[in-house]
């Protein structure tokens, strides 16, 4: 299988597992999905979970390059980009593909913290605390980290709500718990 070819697996095989979950997804499912055989599917992936680490990998470039992207497109002050965190959150909420977090799938099918699934998903969390923080050193806030931390938080709790319930409503409340912790960190 050429490199596009695997790309192009990975791409269809991401769009498969966000839709239906990782478990839910059989191999079977999973060729006829993507139309590319279970034979040529483990020619390059030895296992499916192989595959799973492939699409979550793909994943986190994909939302963490669009996350900055919408942030610098949307404000340039450091203290205006922690805030369009929650615009470019609601953004996405928007989507009519919108079925929450990839992340939070994997690391709920795959409870173990010693599984690979489960740790590439925890370190897409750990990159976007970094980044959040990176922006947060740009501000007066006393603490950056704790601050990113805070903001994860409200993030990762609008995603699942978002979901659950009014994605409207949910992204005006995680903006403006988001905006109270912004203020709380910088007047501290």
């Known amino acids: 299988m050429s490199a596009s070819k695997r790309d192009e697996l990975v791409q269809k095989a991401l769009a498969s597992f966000y ?11 999973l060729a006829k999905e993507t ?5 040529a599917i483990y020619k390059h992936f030895r296992t499916k979970e192989d595959l ?31 805030l369009a965190i929650f615009d ?24 173990d913290n010693s599984h690979p699934i489960h740790a590439t998903a925890a370190e897409h969390k750990r990159l976007l605390a970094i980044y959040f923080a990176d922006i947060a050193c740009k501000t007066s806030a006393a603490d950056p980290e704790s601050l990113a931390r805070q903001l994860l938080i409200i993030k990762e709790g609008a995603i699942v709500l978002a979901h659950l319930h009014d994605h409207r409503d949910v992204t005006a409340d995680a903006r403006a718990l988001a905006k109270t912790a912004i203020d709380n960190a910088l007047d501290g």
């Open 88 to 111: 470019a959150l609601g953004e996405w909420f928007e989507e009519p593909g919108y079925r929450s977090c990839m992340f939070i799938k994997a690391s709920s099918e795959y409870q």
């Open 19 to 29: 839709k239906g979950g990782f478990h839910a997804i059989g191999m079977d499912r």
């Open 35 to 39: 139309g590319v055989s279970k034979t």
């Open 52 to 82: 799973i680490l492939a699409t979550l990998r793909l994943r986190d470039e994909q939302f963490r390059n669009w996350l900055r992207r919408r942030i610098e497109a949307l404000a340039s002050d450091p203290e205006d980009q922690l």
